[in-house]
C-alpha cells in the first residue's frame, strides 16, 4: 500500500508540473550524526557540507527547461514547486489519495474472483482455552486431544484449586486489615422493632421474600390501658409468656415492600389503640398459648454459704480421723499381713501349670448303610 500511494504522489506531479519537489529535510551534519558521541567531532576540510542547490534536486529534463529560464522566471519556478510540494504533502490531500486508493483495491477485491467456501452447520463451539476471555470466537476451538495435555477434568479441578489458592491469599493478606475498620457492638436500645430476613446465599427461593417483625408492648409509647387494648388487636399474635408480638409478611414481590407493609401495620395498630375504641367489654384470651412447665430448683436444695463451709469442714475432719487411724495401726494392710505369714511359714508353694497334649483328630462321623 505505501509503495502505490508513493507512486500515485510522483504520477500526481509529474502530471501537475514538470517540476521534481523539494527534499522535506536536509541531511544532518556528520557533528550531529552520532547520538552516542559526548563532544562535538571535528570536521576536517574536506567534511564540509555542501549548500542545498534546487537545480540539482531536478532531473535532466526538468534542469534544461530550468535553465532556459530568466532570474525572475526562476525565483517564481521554485516558488511554485515549494507550494506544489506542501500541498501534495498536506494531511488532506494524503487522505484524500488514501481514500481513492483504498476505494480502486476494493473495486479490484470485488471483482477478483474468490473461492467459495462451504459453511458448516454446527455452531461454534468455545475450547477450554477460550474460558473467561471476552471474545470466545478468537480463541478457536480446541484441538484433538494426542495424549500430550491434561484431560478437561484435569483442567477445570486445576481451575479450582487456583480459585481457592486466590481466595486463601485474600484470607491471609487482605482480611487481616479489615481489623482497622472493626467497632464495638453497641446492642440498639432506641428500635424497639425486630426485623429478621431470611436468604439462601444467592439462590433464588419464595421463602426469601418472608419478613418477620418482633417487638415488645412494654417497648412502645403506650399507657397500660392503651397496651391492653393493643394486645386485644393483635390477637393470637402474642406471646405472654415472652411479652412479645410476632407478625409476617411475604405477599409482596421484594424485601422492602413487605418491611414497609409491616412499619406502617404496626403505626396502624399504635393509632388505633391510642385513638380507637378501648375493648373494656372484651376480655383477654390466651387459649392459643400452650403454658410450659417450667420446673425450679428447690431452694432448700441450694447451697448456701453456711451449708458450703460445714460441708467443707466435715470433709476436712473425715481426712483428719482417716490419718490418725493409719498412723496408730488401726486400720489393718491386708498385703502386710499375708507378707508376714508367707515369711513366718516359710512355705513355696509351686504351682503347676497343665501342659495340653496334641490329640489326633478323628475322621468324623462315618455313615453305615441298612441292609434290606
Given at each position: 500500500m505505501a509503495s502505490a500511494m508513493h507512486t500515485l504522489r510522483l504520477t500526481a506531479q509529474r502530471s501537475t508540473c514538470r517540476i521534481t519537489p523539494r527534499p522535506r529535510h536536509r541531511l544532518l551534519q556528520p557533528s550531529l550524526a552520532n547520538p552516542f558521541s559526548c563532544t562535538a567531532r571535528r570536521l576536517n576540510a574536506d567534511d564540509t557540507p555542501a549548500p542545498y542547490s534546487f537545480r540539482e534536486s531536478l532531473d535532466s529534463s526538468s534542469r534544461a527547461f530550468y535553465d532556459s529560464l530568466s532570474p525572475e522566471d526562476r525565483r517564481s519556478y521554485e516558488d511554485d514547486a515549494i507550494k506544489l510540494d506542501e500541498y501534495m504533502n498536506s494531511p488532506?490531500?494524503?487522505?484524500?489519495?488514501?481514500?481513492?486508493?483504498?476505494?480502486?483495491?476494493y473495486d479490484i477485491y470485488r471483482q477478483s474472483p474468490r473461492e467459495i467456501r462451504p459453511v458448516d452447520d454446527e455452531r461454534f463451539k468455545p475450547g477450554l482455552m477460550a474460558m473467561g476471555e471476552p471474545n470466545e470466537a478468537d480463541s478457536g476451538e480446541d484441538g484433538v486431544?494426542?495424549?500430550?495435555?491434561?484431560?478437561s477434568i484435569a483442567h477445570g479441578e486445576?481451575?479450582?484449586?487456583?480459585?481457592?489458592?486466590?481466595?486463601?491469599?485474600?484470607?491471609?493478606?487482605?482480611?487481616?486489615?479489615?481489623?482497622?475498620?472493626?467497632?464495638?457492638?453497641?446492642?440498639p436500645t432506641t428500635t424497639p422493632l425486630r426485623f429478621r430476613y431470611t436468604t439462601y446465599l444467592g439462590e433464588t427461593h419464595p421463602?426469601?421474600?418472608?419478613?418477620?417483625?418482633?417487638?415488645?408492648p412494654m417497648d412502645l409509647p403506650l399507657t397500660p390501658a392503651q397496651r391492653l387494648t393493643l394486645i386485644k388487636l393483635v390477637g393470637v399474635r402474642y406471646d405472654p409468656q415472652r411479652d412479645l408480638v410476632r407478625m409476617s409478611c411475604e405477599m409482596f414481590?421484594?424485601?422492602?415492600?413487605?418491611?414497609?407493609?409491616?412499619?406502617?401495620?404496626v403505626d396502624t395498630l399504635i393509632t388505633e389503640a391510642k385513638?380507637?375504641?378501648?375493648?373494656?367489654?372484651?376480655?383477654?384470651?390466651?387459649?392459643?398459648?400452650?403454658?410450659?412447665?417450667r420446673n425450679e430448683f428447690p431452694e432448700g436444695w441450694k447451697l448456701s454459704g453456711g451449708k458450703r463451709k460445714a460441708l467443707e469442714e466435715r470433709r476436712e475432719e473425715r481426712e483428719r480421723n482417716e490419718k490418725e487411724r493409719l498412723e496408730s495401726g488401726?486400720?489393718?494392710?491386708?498385703?502386710?499381713?499375708i507378707e508376714a505369714a508367707m515369711r513366718a511359714a516359710k512355705v513355696e508353694e509351686r504351682v503347676e501349670i497343665p501342659v495340653s497334649k496334641r490329640v489326633a483328630a478323628g475322621r468324623g462321623k462315618q455313615k453305615v448303610g441298612r441292609q434290606r
Open positions: 488532506d490531500v494524503e487522505a484524500r489519495l488514501n481514500a481513492e486508493v483504498s476505494e480502486a483495491a486431544f494426542e495424549g500430550d495435555d491434561m484431560s486445576l481451575e479450582q484449586h487456583r480459585e481457592l489458592r486466590a481466595y486463601a491469599r485474600i484470607a491471609a493478606w487482605e482480611m487481616p486489615l479489615l481489623s482497622k475498620l472493626a467497632k464495638p457492638f453497641e446492642p421463602a426469601a421474600l418472608k419478613i418477620v417483625c418482633e417487638f415488645s414481590e421484594t424485601q422492602a415492600q413487605n418491611k414497609r407493609y409491616l412499619g406502617d401495620l385513638e380507637g375504641e378501648g375493648f373494656e367489654d372484651v376480655g383477654v384470651d390466651f387459649r392459643h398459648v400452650k403454658w410450659k412447665d488401726r486400720i489393718v494392710d491386708g498385703v502386710g499381713v
